[in-house]
């Protein structure tokens, strides 16, 4: 028995030791309960970090946070050190972005969330200028709405992201651009009279990049030999279609019509040139099962 307490104690000390020595990294927590759309990018930043031979801990923010609150927290130097942001021109002016797309570019493909029985409504959009009759939101904060806007989008925006899928419910829009990352968690845990439409498919170039404050070079690069690493090994790839391959083999995006945008918010540091560091079916089909 004291053998026993002896070896836990050992344990304990050594487990101690490791945490007490790693460099702390304080990531957001997420908006709300049950939110699982930053869940893909931290196990991401994990592999990231494990692949840089530097001890680190990841630590959850105290208290939710916005897209925009995260932003704030960055710039300021508060509360968290990295968070998982969709990319602006603005956004990577006040922070430093590491430029590796970490959805592989999936946050650009978009299905609409729209009422049950509507469906034969959009039947009839086939191209830019139809699209242009419908009436969509998004949320205020949001680059995607300034994409659409750019692209002769009216947009009906909102302050709060569950009250989107409030608004969409009793008619203040028809249609709810979400990406095939989200969509289908959304989908499951919002009331049972809206369905994902199955006709159309949005895409525009774009994604989040990790960002850090501007002064912590020193993080930043190693996240993104960290990436980079995991691009090289493979992990990278086996994580996302971990994620979203079942995802992207439900979206069916080969039977959809695809109406492109063009993204006015893309900055020339944007990886346009890595065509592996972004997901497109015609390229590259959905992993099988």
Same mark, same amino acid.
């Given at each position: ?6 070896? &836990? ?34 196990? #991401?930043?994990? &592999?990231? *970090? ?10 959850? +923010? ?11 927290? &960055? ?20 922070? #430093? ?13 978009? *299905? ?15 191209? #830019? ?6 009436? *969509? ?63 159309? +498919? ?24 960290? *990436?980079?690493? +995991? ?29 492109? #945008?063009?993204? =006015? ?19 590259? =089909? =959905?992993?099988?099962?």
């Amino acid at each position: 028995m004291r053998v026993m307490f002896r070896l &836990l104690l050992c344990l304990l000390l050594v487990w101690h030791g490791d945490v007490a020595g790693a460099e702390v990294v304080r990531f957001p927590k997420p908006e709300f309960e049950g939110d699982h759309r930053s869940d893909y990018a931290l196990r #991401l930043l994990q &592999l990231a *970090l494990s692949e840089t031979g530097v001890k680190y801990q990841i630590q959850t +923010a105290e208290f939710p946070m916005s897209q925009e609150r995260q932003v704030r927290e &960055l710039a300021a130097g508060r509360t968290i050190d990295v968070a998982p942001i969709p990319s602006s021109p603005e956004r990577e002016a006040r922070l #430093l972005a590491i430029r590796i797309p970490i959805n592989k570019g999936v946050l650009g493909w978009r *299905l609409g969330l729209i009422r049950k029985g509507d469906q034969g409504s959009f039947a009839g959009v086939k191209t #830019l200028t139809d699209l242009k009759g419908v009436r *969509l939101a998004q949320g205020q904060d949001w680059p995607d709405t300034e994409i659409l806007e750019a692209n002769g989008i009216n947009v009906i925006t909102a302050p709060s992201y569950e009250g989107l899928f409030k608004m969409l419910e009793v008619k203040r829009f028809d249609y709810f651009p979400r990406s095939i990352m989200e969509i289908w968690d959304e989908q499951a845990n919002v009331a049972d009279t809206l369905q994902v439409e199955p006709h159309l +498919a949005l895409h525009y170039l774009y994604d989040a990049y990790f960002m850090v404050n501007r002064n912590n070079t020193k993080l930043a690069q190693e996240i993104r030999n960290g *990436l980079e690493k +995991a691009i090289a090994d493979g992990s990278f790839d086996k994580l996302f279609q971990e994620y979203y391959g079942e995802r992207l083999r439900k979206a069916r995006l080969e039977t959809r019509t695809v109406i492109e #945008l063009n993204n =006015p918010l893309l900055t020339p540091g944007t990886p346009v040139d890595r065509p592996e560091l972004w997901y497109d079916f015609r390229r590259n =089909p =959905p992993a099988p099962k």
